[in-house]
């Protein structure tokens, strides 16, 4: 049930967001052209993965229902693009944090990301996340057992070797969720410090440049509201993975806890899907306003 509540909050909520600001002409800006593809991004993530997950949790295995070539194709979609998804979802919040920075660390007359570059960015970051996940869609198959099919990840029959596979999640582990990670703390952090030291007591503002700052950090709230978000319900899942894969005392990985927390650190990771809109909708008026638009 509370699979079902989350897919359902997560195909509304996104979808909402994508038409929002579609329709709402103040909002067609690079950053939310970026949470609109992170939207997209966690549609796709919703459909590819609870859609299986709901499936084997009633069903109480983790049988694959589907076969032959069809069964074979939609094996290594769920979980590449569930991966991609994830992918463009981290890259398009160091975007938002870069143009956060630009705006009020540099401001400059023009935007510093045009629509165009936006579009360019947005499409470049789908090609960076399938290439970097390739090896997920080229080794996950259906393999037969007695007792049924399952979708497995068939990493040594691919490449031959069963270990490069810790060597390849930590790199991309790194790469693509560390990094980028400590890059936005790096950003947002300097973006406070600078907030921080504009405003100096006694000082007065018009009411334009008064406005234009109460929207910055309107919108810079919701930014870091996001990442926040996403760090909370991913690092757990992610740092439980490295450790399945490289912890020498496998007693401990077996055990009841190490599991529980596994569950529970993959009921978060899934969750974000469904988190991600309900902040846009929290902190950022323009958004409930799109919203009652849409419903009058």
């Known amino acids: 049930i509370v699979y079902c509540l989350l897919l359902v909050i997560s195909l509304v909520g996104n979808t909402l967001i994508g038409i929002i600001v579609y329709r709402t002409r103040t909002l067609r800006k690079p950053i939310n052209f970026f949470i609109v ?10 459909l590819f993965l609870f859609t299986p997950s709901i499936t ?12 032959g070539r069809l069964g074979e194709a939609l094996c290594k979609m769920t979980t590449f693009l569930a991966d991609v998804s994830t992918g463009v979802s981290i890259q398009n919040l160091v ?42 869609f080229l080794t996950f198959t259906v393999v037969e057992y007695s007792g049924g099919a399952k979708c ?7 490449f031959g070797d069963s270990t490069s596979f810790r060597h390849y999640f930590l790199s991309v582990s790194i790469l693509v969720f560390y990094i980028p990670l400590l ?5 947002y952090i300097a973006i406070f410090l600078k907030l921080k030291s504009r405003k100096t007591p006694g000082e007065q503002s018009d009411n334009s440049r008064k406005s234009r700052e109460r929207r ?15 760090a909370i319900c991913w690092l757990p899942f992610t740092s439980s993975q490295i450790g ?3 912890l020498a005392d496998r007693a401990l990985i077996s055990s009841c806890g190490y599991k529980m927390f596994t569950l ?31 419903l009058t």
């Open 37 to 46: 593809n992170m939207a997209m991004s966690d549609l796709i993530y919703s």
């Open 56 to 67: 084997q949790l009633h069903l109480g295995s983790e049988a694959w229902l589907i076969r």
């Open 95 to 136: 975007l938002v944090a870069v143009d956060r920075f630009v705006a009020i660390i540099i401001p400059l007359r023009s935007p510093f990301f045009s629509t165009k570059l936006s579009y360019l960015l947005i499409f470049a970051s789908w090609i960076v996340a399938m290439a970097v996940f390739s090896p997920f």
């Open 152 to 158: 497995q990840r068939q990493w040594s029959e691919v």
């Open 183 to 187: 890059s936005i703390a790096i950003l």
């Open 216 to 230: 910055e950090r309107n919108v810079l709230k919701m930014s870091i509201a996001i990442v926040f978000a996403f």
């Open 244 to 246: 399945y894969l490289f």
């Open 264 to 294: 529970a650190a993959f009921f978060l990771a899934v969750s974000y899907c469904a988190i991600n809109p309900c902040i846009c909708f929290i902190f950022n008026g323009n958004y409930r306003q799109g919203l009652k638009k849409l």
